[in-house]
């Protein structure tokens, strides 16, 4: 099911296969900019980690999503994209009732910055 911020919502244990080959023809014929698909460099994890501190985080909690500590700098970029990353919308999943909430929470706190990739 398509969701108002663009993604797609389904249930693998019903639509598991037929969602694979939706994802492999889409991804054939609409293929993804190559700038999108490789890992972030350092200028825009310090981008992410400036972001998430100064904009992301204030704007989570006036919804009263409490957001944990950040990490120093350093931590952050030794530790990105390992499994205890620290990572605001994972814990973020974990305190929204429901997905109305969930979709107004994502679409007035984006989780990137929006020029990320200019």
């Not at 911020?5 to 296969?17: H, I, L």
């Not at 698909?37 to 972001?51: A, H, K, T, V």
């Not at 989570?60 to 409490?66: K, N, V």
Request: charged share 20%; hydrophobic share 30%; proline share 9%.
């Amino acid at each position: 099911m398509a969701q108002p911020d663009g993604s797609v919502f389904f249930d693998t244990a019903e639509q598991g296969e037929a969602y694979a080959v939706a994802l492999y023809t889409c991804k054939i014929r609409y293929p993804i900019d190559p700038k999108f698909q490789g890992p972030l460099n350092g200028e825009q994890l310090r981008r992410i980690y400036d972001y998430s501190k100064t904009v992301l985080t204030p704007c989570l909690e006036s919804f009263g999503i409490a957001v944990p500590e950040p990490p120093s700098l350093e931590v952050f970029l030794e530790k990105h994209g390992s499994p205890d990353a620290w990572n605001i919308y994972g814990d973020v999943q974990n305190q929204v009732k429901s997905n109305d909430q969930w979709q107004e929470i994502n679409a007035a706190c984006p989780q990137y910055p929006t020029d990320l990739y200019e």
